[in-house]
Structures are given as structure tokens and as C-alpha cells.
């Protein structure tokens, strides 16, 4: 009996629809626990200005992006850089001379216990609620589906993917040869292109579901286009060879619908073609162009080519309208201050009247309304992580690392005539179109567990910043339960980020420590080669252990989170790390989960440059509860 394979492809989808399903019902625990907050409800969703009251502009002037210093590569913090130090976990430097070709790791430690009478030992009553990921519920399994099949792809994103590509093999090869059926590859083909557009937008029903930013979802949109790729050129093959070996191609081109099945086939190879990762970091711009242009063609091409799509053709057009409806709720027009940091090659963005609605690691994707960005740069979007905190009167920042002809434009912009005097420092005032908040850590809650580490390579450095400085506001609101933050910032060049160690330094101001003006932060130590990531670790669960008897005894230990930021390499070497945690030790804290936003080039961070591909300076900054 012959199977209507447009009845078939509803059934698949329906399938695929179900599978999603299970997905977000197995993190429907996580979400309920975040969302019982009534905070987390008005953040990390739509940014907005708020009214900040007396106390939170006396008490959040500390401000934790890089300031400007003149540089000054022979300043005395360069000169404890490079001297011996000994962290608490493991790190020790030697007292000689490291040249640039070598790199560093910092380390610092910032403790946040409160130790004075006046704070109350009893359990406050607004500390997030935990629940622990599958991942943490059952290690062996977690690490399994963490291990890495190859750089930046897992165990468990492999399984996704072979069990997507499963389903629509079945259904093209269901009762059917594919090799004398080619309608059938057709009909598989287009049946999934709602499919590839959700996943490939912004604001994407799967994302909302399963909690997970677009970002974490992009893997398994360039699958599926491939697979439409696959099918939609076997199918087309299989009618030309077809009517070549007949004779009647010519004949059967002169057919409108075929004509418009070949400028849809067209569309979508170009499409393919210019989505390899050699035009998306190469020419980003010719990645996105194509990309729109293809996606404006191919829709309409195909339904010209097969009517019958049409419910298809609905679903692709009421996905993408539904995006841009949550574009428009989310973009904001404001005006903003910029200005150069050369000692960092960083473009410092501060826009203080949008002061909240974000989560810590979550990024904007900017546009700058200047034609001095050139002649299309100006309609260009770039993705990056806001390095602030919210509800503080700094308002939303953004620091632009120079790696790109955008970015380096910027830069220059902020140099050229026009500066306004702003705290002693020179700033220019422009125009920018935010659109967000994006990403993030999804229905993870940090302030929910009893030690956060975070190891970040560059530029990543900005997603910890506004992280720990969200976890230390939560903390002197009594609403986290964490007791240790640990910071291990991986860098090329420790003299470019000696003047940093201000910046650590207000976080141990905001705990019980205070930095010495001639010496480094205390617990601030530098480190030549990698980061010894599994010391840190050990050590980080060693102190969690062992504070659950001591102040905020009365929380129970809710395990570690792991979050890392930097290239794909250092994502998959954390993963590998915290996979090989003892059984005995991850079940006395608690389990560790892992959050990794990882990017190759032009990612979330718009970085295109792998700072570990020499032997790294790694600063660590530790012991924050």
C-alpha cells in the first residue's frame, strides 16, 4: 500500500514536536524553582530603565569594568605580578622574568563572609530555592553526555543530532527507494524548513521551552539546514537524471513549477555554501547577507515550485513574524557614552539610563547609528556581553574588543573630535539601537549554590565580571547561598591587565578584605602556563565542604557550578575536568553542574582570537562566599 508521504511528514513532526516536549518537562522542575522568585520574572527578558533609591547609589558606586590608567608597563602592581605567589589553590609562580611569548593565569581570592556581630545567623527568607540538574542527579550519566566527540561537540549533542538525522532518513526511506521516489526526499525536505527557521532565530519557541538562549540551539540549526540541503539536492537529482536519461529535461524545464524549483534549490545552496565556517569568520558580512537575501528567496520559490507546502509556508511565516514582534518589544534607542581603552585594545560602551532588566552573562546585540561607521556599518549588529551588573548607576556596559574592521571602527570613533569630560575621563556621546537580553544561564540560578568557579580565557573575562558582581549584590541582600567564588582568568599579557587588579580589588572591599595600595589584592596571585583547572576545582569543593559547618551552616551544601567563557578548546578542557571529579567528593558538595559559553569566532563576545594558543598567564581569583 502507497504512503501519502505528506501525511507521513505531519506524523514525524508531530514526533519531533513530542521529543521537545520531554525536554522541557525535564527541566519543568529547574523552572519552577527559578520562577517562584518573583524577580526573576522581571529580569533577563526585556531591558528597561528603573529609578535607583538613595541607598543603592551610595552603595553600588564600585564599579567593576576597567577604568583608564596610563600605561605604565614598570608601575609597581606589574612588578608584584611577576613575583612569587601561592594561591589556595595549588598555583605557584616562579620569581623570574616571563617574557610575552609566555602566558599567565591570575589568581584572586575574595572572601564575602560576614564575620561582625550584627549579622544574623538566621536562614533569610528570600534565598533562591536550588533543584539540581540530571546532570548532577546522576554523574556517570552527565559525564557521559559531556565527553567530547570532537572540539565543541559532545556526547549528548551528537546523540540529538544522530537521532534527529534517524528520523528523517525513517521517513524518507519508509516504504520507499529513494533512488526511484525522489518526491519523497522533496516532501522530508520541506517539512522541516518551520524547523530551520525557529531554531535559526533570535526568539525561538524550542529556546523558551527548554530554557536554553538561541546561541545553545545554533549547532542543531545548521544541522537540520544541512539535512534540508542533503534531501532537497537528492531529491532534485534524482528528477534530473531522470529526465536526462529520457531525453526530456529540456521538455520538463519549460515547466513553470520546475523553474521555480530550481531558483529555490539555487537559493538554498548558495545559503549552505556561505554558512562554512571559513565565510563565518572570514566574512561575517557575507555570511549574513547571503543568509538574508536566500532566506527572503527560497519560501516563496518553493511554494511556486509545490502548493501543497502551503501549511508549511504558514508555519515558517507565523515563526518569523512571532520574532520580530519580540524584536520590536525588545529594541531600545538610547544614547550612550564610549570610550577607548588602549592598554586593552577595548571600546568601553556605557549606556546608564538602561539600568536593568538583565541577568548576569546574558549579551545585547548592538547597532551604532553613526555614518561614521561607514557606508553599511552602520546597519551591521553585533552581539556582546554586558559586563555589568543591574541596578547600579553605571547602567548597562558593554566592553568591545578591536579584532574586527566594525570594531575597530568604533574605536576610532571614540577617539576622534568630540569628547565630553565625564569623571576626569574622555567620552563621546552617540546613538545606539540595544536589542535584548539574549542568553544566559537559563533556569540555573548561581546565587542557588553553595560555590561558584568561574575560568574564562581574554575577553570572557566580562561575562565573570557581571556575574560576580550580581552574586555579591545578592549576597548583601541576604538572598544567595553562596559561600565561595573562585576566578580563574586565563590572559597573553599580564602588563596589559595589571591595572585590573583595581577591579578585584572592589571585590574584596564589598567583602571583609581590603587591597593594599603597594601590593596586590589579597589572594590576587599570577601564575605562568595554564590553569591547573582540576587544584582549583579540588580545591573550591575542599572549602565548600568545609564552611557547611561554619557560617551559613544552616544552608544546606548545594553543590558547585562550573561556568566557563573563552574558546571552544577551554570549554571542552573544563568539561573534561569536571568529569573526572571523584564520586565521594562530588557527592559531599552537593554534585557540580557545569555552564559554558564558548565561541570560536565572532561568537557571543564578538572575540576572534584564541588567547590560549600559547602558554597562558592565569590570574585567580578565589574564595568568594
Same mark, same amino acid.
Given at each position: 500500500?502507497?504512503?501519502?508521504?505528506?501525511?507521513?511528514?505531519?506524523?514525524?513532526?508531530?514526533?519531533?514536536?513530542?521529543?521537545?516536549?520531554?525536554?522541557?518537562?525535564?527541566?519543568?522542575?529547574?523552572?519552577?524553582?527559578?520562577?517562584?522568585?518573583?524577580?526573576?520574572?522581571?529580569?533577563?527578558?526585556?531591558?528597561?530603565?528603573?529609578?535607583?533609591?538613595?541607598?543603592?547609589?551610595?552603595?553600588?558606586?564600585?564599579?567593576?569594568?576597567?577604568?583608564?590608567?596610563?600605561?605604565?608597563?614598570?608601575?609597581?602592581?606589574?612588578?608584584?605580578?611577576?613575583?612569587?605567589?601561592?594561591?589556595?589553590?595549588?598555583?605557584?609562580?616562579?620569581?623570574?622574568?616571563?617574557?610575552?611569548?609566555?602566558?599567565?593565569?591570575?589568581?584572586?581570592?575574595?572572601?564575602?563572609?560576614?564575620?561582625?556581630?550584627?549579622?544574623?545567623?538566621?536562614?533569610?527568607?528570600?534565598?533562591?530555592?536550588?533543584?539540581?540538574?540530571?546532570?548532577?542527579?546522576?554523574?556517570?550519566?552527565?559525564?557521559?553526555?559531556?565527553?567530547?566527540?570532537?572540539?565543541?561537540?559532545?556526547?549528548?549533542?551528537?546523540?540529538?543530532? $544522530? !537521532?534527529? +538525522?534517524? &528520523?528523517?532518513?525513517?521517513?524518507? #526511506?519508509?516504504? =520507499?527507494? @529513494? %533512488?526511484?521516489?525522489?518526491?519523497?526526499?522533496?516532501?522530508?525536505?520541506?517539512?522541516?524548513?518551520?524547523?530551520?527557521?525557529?531554531?535559526?532565530?533570535?526568539?525561538?519557541?524550542?529556546?523558551?521551552?527548554?530554557?536554553?538562549?538561541?546561541?545553545?540551539?545554533?549547532?542543531?540549526?545548521?544541522?537540520?539546514?544541512?539535512?534540508?540541503?542533503?534531501?532537497?539536492?537528492?531529491?532534485?537529482?534524482?528528477?534530473?537524471?531522470?529526465?536526462?536519461?529520457?531525453?526530456?529535461?529540456?521538455?520538463?524545464?519549460?515547466?513553470?513549477?520546475?523553474?521555480? $524549483? !530550481?531558483? +529555490?534549490? &539555487?537559493?538554498?545552496?548558495?545559503? #549552505?555554501?556561505? =554558512?562554512? @565556517? %571559513?565565510?563565518?569568520?572570514?566574512?561575517?558580512?557575507?555570511?549574513?547577507?547571503?543568509?538574508?537575501?536566500?532566506?527572503?528567496?527560497?519560501?516563496?520559490?518553493?511554494?511556486?515550485?509545490?502548493?501543497?507546502?502551503?501549511?508549511?509556508?504558514?508555519?515558517?511565516?507565523?515563526?518569523?513574524?512571532?520574532?520580530?514582534?519580540?524584536?520590536?518589544?525588545?529594541?531600545?534607542?538610547?544614547?550612550?557614552?564610549?570610550?577607548?581603552?588602549?592598554?586593552?585594545?577595548?571600546?568601553?560602551?556605557?549606556?546608564?539610563?538602561?539600568?536593568?532588566?538583565?541577568?548576569?552573562?546574558?549579551?545585547?546585540?548592538?547597532?551604532?547609528?553613526?555614518?561614521?561607521?561607514?557606508?553599511?556599518?552602520?546597519?551591521?549588529?553585533?552581539?556582546?556581553?554586558?559586563?555589568?551588573?543591574?541596578?547600579?548607576?553605571?547602567?548597562?556596559?558593554?566592553?568591545?574588543?578591536?579584532?574586527?574592521?566594525?570594531?575597530?571602527?568604533?574605536?576610532?570613533?571614540?577617539?576622534?573630535?568630540?569628547?565630553?569630560?565625564?569623571?576626569?575621563?574622555?567620552?563621546?556621546?552617540?546613538?545606539?539601537?540595544?536589542?535584548?537580553?539574549?542568553?544566559?544561564?537559563?533556569?540555573?540560578?548561581?546565587?542557588?549554590?553553595?560555590?561558584?568557579?568561574?575560568?574564562?580565557?581574554?575577553?570572557?573575562?566580562?561575562?565573570?565580571?557581571?556575574?560576580?558582581?550580581?552574586?555579591?549584590?545578592?549576597?548583601?541582600?541576604?538572598?544567595?547561598?553562596?559561600?565561595?567564588?573562585?576566578?580563574?582568568?586565563?590572559?597573553?599579557?599580564?602588563?596589559?591587565?595589571?591595572?585590573?587588579?583595581?577591579?578585584?580589588?572592589?571585590?574584596?572591599?564589598?567583602?571583609?578584605?581590603?587591597?593594599?595600595?603597594?601590593?596586590?589584592?589579597?589572594?590576587?596571585?599570577?601564575?605562568?602556563?595554564?590553569?591547573?583547572?582540576?587544584?582549583?576545582?579540588?580545591?573550591?569543593?575542599?572549602?565548600?565542604?568545609?564552611?557547611?559547618?561554619?557560617?551559613?551552616?544552616?544552608?544546606?551544601?548545594?553543590?558547585?557550578?562550573?561556568?566557563?567563557?573563552?574558546?571552544?578548546?577551554?570549554?571542552?578542557?573544563?568539561?573534561?575536568?569536571?568529569?573526572?571529579?571523584?564520586?565521594?567528593?562530588?557527592?559531599?558538595?552537593?554534585?557540580?553542574?557545569?555552564?559554558?559559553?564558548?565561541?570560536?569566532?565572532?561568537?557571543?563576545?564578538?572575540?576572534?582570537?584564541?588567547?590560549?594558543?600559547?602558554?597562558?598567564?592565569?590570574?585567580?581569583?578565589?574564595?568568594?562566599?
Amino acid at each position: 500500500m502507497a504512503v501519502d508521504a505528506f501525511q507521513l511528514v505531519f506524523h514525524i513532526n508531530i514526533f519531533i514536536c513530542a521529543i521537545v516536549v520531554v525536554f522541557a518537562l525535564s527541566t519543568l522542575p529547574r523552572a519552577l524553582a527559578r520562577f517562584s522568585s518573583a524577580a526573576e520574572w522581571r529580569h533577563g527578558h526585556i531591558l528597561r530603565s528603573i529609578r535607583l533609591g538613595p541607598a543603592r547609589l551610595r552603595g553600588m558606586r564600585a564599579k567593576m569594568s576597567y577604568p583608564h590608567v596610563p600605561q605604565n608597563p614598570k608601575s609597581p602592581n606589574e612588578k608584584q605580578l611577576v613575583a612569587g605567589y601561592t594561591s589556595s589553590a595549588g598555583h605557584e609562580s616562579q620569581q623570574d622574568d616571563v617574557m610575552t611569548e609566555e602566558s599567565h593565569t591570575y589568581v584572586s581570592h575574595v572572601d564575602l563572609l560576614r564575620y561582625d556581630s550584627t549579622r544574623t545567623l538566621a536562614p533569610p527568607s528570600n534565598l533562591p530555592p536550588h533543584v539540581r540538574a540530571w546532570s548532577a542527579v546522576s554523574p556517570p550519566l552527565g559525564a557521559f553526555l559531556r565527553h567530547r566527540l570532537d572540539v565543541g561537540l559532545s556526547v549528548g549533542q551528537g546523540l540529538i543530532l $544522530g !537521532l534527529y +538525522a534517524t &528520523i528523517l532518513v525513517y521517513a524518507s #526511506c519508509y516504504k =520507499s527507494n @529513494p %533512488f526511484k521516489d525522489p518526491v519523497r526526499m522533496g516532501v522530508v525536505a520541506m517539512s522541516q524548513i518551520p524547523v530551520v527557521y525557529m531554531l535559526g532565530t533570535k526568539n525561538n519557541l524550542i529556546g523558551m521551552f527548554v530554557g536554553m538562549g538561541y546561541e545553545k540551539l545554533n549547532y542543531i540549526h545548521r544541522f537540520a539546514g544541512l539535512m534540508m540541503f542533503i534531501l532537497s539536492n537528492f531529491h532534485a537529482l534524482g528528477y534530473i537524471y531522470t529526465w536526462t536519461f529520457r531525453g526530456k529535461f529540456v521538455q520538463n524545464m519549460k515547466n513553470p513549477t520546475n523553474q521555480m $524549483g !530550481l531558483v +529555490a534549490l &539555487i537559493a538554498l545552496d548558495v545559503l #549552505c555554501f556561505f =554558512s562554512i @565556517p %571559513f565565510w563565518r569568520r572570514k566574512a561575517y558580512n557575507i555570511f549574513i547577507f547571503s543568509h538574508i537575501i536566500c532566506f527572503v528567496v527560497f519560501p516563496p520559490m518553493a511554494y511556486a515550485h509545490e502548493k501543497r507546502m502551503l501549511p508549511w509556508m504558514l508555519a515558517t511565516g507565523a515563526i518569523y513574524g512571532l520574532d520580530r514582534i519580540f524584536h520590536l518589544l525588545k529594541t531600545r534607542i538610547f544614547n550612550a557614552r564610549i570610550r577607548a581603552i588602549p592598554d586593552l585594545s577595548v571600546t568601553r560602551i556605557e549606556i546608564p539610563a538602561l539600568n536593568a532588566g538583565w541577568r548576569a552573562g546574558q549579551h545585547v546585540r548592538i547597532r551604532v547609528l553613526s555614518s561614521a561607521m561607514g557606508l553599511i556599518g552602520w546597519m551591521e549588529v553585533h552581539p556582546f556581553t554586558i559586563a555589568s551588573v543591574a541596578k547600579t548607576p553605571e547602567g548597562l556596559v558593554l566592553l568591545c574588543k578591536n579584532v574586527g574592521g566594525w570594531t575597530n571602527r568604533l574605536n576610532e570613533l571614540a577617539k576622534v573630535a568630540g569628547y565630553g569630560c565625564e569623571d576626569g575621563e574622555l567620552t563621546r556621546s552617540i546613538t545606539v539601537m540595544i536589542d535584548g537580553p539574549y542568553g544566559g544561564a537559563g533556569h540555573s540560578v548561581f546565587a542557588s549554590y553553595s560555590a561558584a568557579m568561574f575560568v574564562v580565557g581574554g575577553s570572557g573575562i566580562t561575562f565573570a565580571l557581571s556575574a560576580i558582581q550580581d552574586l555579591i549584590q545578592r549576597d548583601q541582600e541576604d538572598a544567595s547561598r553562596v559561600k565561595i567564588i573562585e576566578l580563574v582568568w586565563s590572559i597573553q599579557d599580564p602588563s596589559k591587565y595589571a591595572h585590573a587588579t583595581a577591579d578585584f580589588g572592589a571585590l574584596h572591599s564589598r567583602g571583609r578584605c581590603s587591597p593594599k595600595r603597594d601590593s596586590l589584592p589579597p589572594g590576587l596571585t599570577l601564575t605562568a602556563g595554564r590553569p591547573r583547572i582540576a587544584k582549583v576545582l579540588d580545591a573550591v569543593i575542599a572549602r565548600a565542604v568545609s564552611y557547611g559547618s561554619g557560617v551559613k551552616a544552616y544552608m544546606d551544601i548545594t553543590g558547585v557550578i562550573v561556568c566557563v567563557c573563552g574558546p571552544v578548546g577551554l570549554g571542552d578542557e573544563v568539561a573534561e575536568v569536571v568529569s573526572e571529579v571523584d564520586p565521594g567528593r562530588r557527592w559531599a558538595v552537593g554534585g557540580i553542574e557545569i555552564h559554558e559559553e564558548t565561541f570560536i569566532a565572532g561568537g557571543v563576545l564578538g572575540i576572534v582570537r584564541n588567547s590560549l594558543r600559547t602558554r597562558p598567564f592565569v590570574i585567580q581569583n578565589g574564595q568568594v562566599a
